[in-house]
């Protein structure tokens, strides 16, 4: 439900939300410090407690980030996986005799059409119903070529149909995997409570030495709030600063269209 809820904000509306939070932790630390942290001992404390939140903050982010880029870069891969596959089933399925590779080619353009729109926009619902749709392409391309099997089974282009259809599914389900494959939510609170913390003991430092450091905390915060937005973002393939190009999925659906 997190997950869910994030998916339905905007760039900005993570980016605003980010920022003000941070800003909030700074603020509530300064005060803070600036009631209870008076003294030279504990204003040195929250110096070095907040150094110590900020490399950890950084370790966290690095992480995280990496953990993002490596599930963006599988998303871009299967694409084209799929697509590959896709062309190379209908130039097999031209070559299966008489009119077994119509009906072929027509459920490939379909598959097509469901892989281009595949998580686009972002819905549970329809995304679920798009997968079991194309699980029921599948089944139908294996029944026609179990029929052409029937017909002329020791066919080359059968056997070579065969090997298509299986790297088709193969390519299929990596990418369905791909988009379901998401860093846990787990992962993106340690990263944000930590950033808060970081804020907050920053803050505390600031009031417990009786000097306003607003300016500094106000630009650390947006560079922290940009950061973990990108990163936040880079899960959302469908929209966003950082989409998944669907290039070859068109390419290869206009390659399938009817002459």
């Known amino acids: 439900m997190v997950f869910q809820a994030i998916q339905a904000l905007s760039l900005a509306s993570l ?15 300064h005060r803070l410090g600036a009631r209870f942290g008076r003294g030279r001992h504990r204003d040195k404390e929250a110096a070095t407690l907040a150094t110590a939140a900020f490399a950890l903050l ?15 870069d599988m998303r871009r891969t299967v694409v084209l996986e799929q697509a590959n596959a896709l062309r190379d089933a209908a130039r097999v399925a031209s070559l299966l005799p008489g009119d077994a590779g119509l009906p ?16 686009v926009p972002y819905d549970p ?35 070579s149909m ?13 990418r369905v995997t791909a988009l379901r494959n998401h860093v846990p ?10 950033a808060l913390v970081a804020m907050g003991f920053a ?12 300016v500094s905390a106000t630009i650390m915060a947006l560079l922290l709030a940009c950061v973990i937005t990108v990163t936040l973002d880079l899960q959302r393939p469908d929209r966003g600063t950082v989409e998944i190009p669907v290039t070859p999925l068109l390419d290869a659906r206009h390659a399938l269209s009817p002459p």
């Open 125 to 159: 619902v329809r995304f679920e119903a798009d997968v079991a749709d194309m699980a029921d392409v599948s089944t139908r391309l294996w029944g026609h070529l179990a029929e052409a099997a029937r017909d002329a089974p020791a066919l080359l282009a059968v056997h």
């Open 162 to 174: 065969t090997s298509v259809l299986q790297s088709l599914d193969d390519a299929t389900e990596r």
């Open 185 to 194: 939510m787990t992962v993106y609170s340690i990263l944000i409570g930590t």
């Open 203 to 214: 803050g505390h430092g600031a009031g417990a030495a009786e000097v306003s450091r607003r």
């Open 58 to 72: 950084a370790l966290l982010i690095a992480f995280t980030y990496s953990m993002a880029l490596t599930r963006y």
């Open 15 to 29: 980016l605003a939300l980010l920022f003000g939070a941070l800003i909030l932790a700074s603020e509530v630390g």
């Open 104 to 119: 072929m080619l027509h459920d490939l353009r379909r598959e097509a059409d469901l892989a281009v729109g595949l998580g």
